[in-house]
């Protein structure tokens, strides 16, 4: 199976920057892409950034200019550096992939880490 491990979460003021990490491990063949989505109490879980294998970037309209989405060298570890917070950010942040394990493509996600922006 797939395994996703986030950090990075936790309180701080508006205006403020927090960098997230999501690693991935696990019977992976290939990873499609990974991303970034959130959820707040009585709201679905939104999409906030992917990135592709290729490296494309796609953005929610709310985070563009804020928010970037990165990858790390050995490609299985994504960021999110989230810069001019405010208080709409808060929010459970959740590391997706889209990988095949098995020769079966497959969504996987984390456990969530949680985000607080607040004074």
């Known amino acids: 199976q797939v395994q996703l491990v986030e950090s990075g979460g936790g309180l701080v003021q508006p205006g403020g920057s927090l960098r997230l990490s999501c690693a991935a491990s696990?019977?992976?063949?290939?990873?499609?892409?990974m991303g970034w989505f959130r959820r707040t109490p009585g709201k679905q879980r939104e999409l906030v950034a992917t990135i592709t294998s290729g490296g494309s970037t796609n953005y929610a309209d709310s985070v563009k200019g804020r928010f970037t989405i990165s990858r790390g060298n050995a490609k299985n570890t994504i960021y999110l550096q989230m810069n001019s917070l405010k208080p709409e950010d808060t929010a459970i942040y959740y590391c997706n992939a889209f990988v095949s394990t098995d020769s079966i493509k497959s969504n996987f996600w984390g456990q969530g880490t949680q985000v607080t922006v607040s004074s």
């Open positions: 696990g019977s992976i063949l290939s990873i499609y892409s």
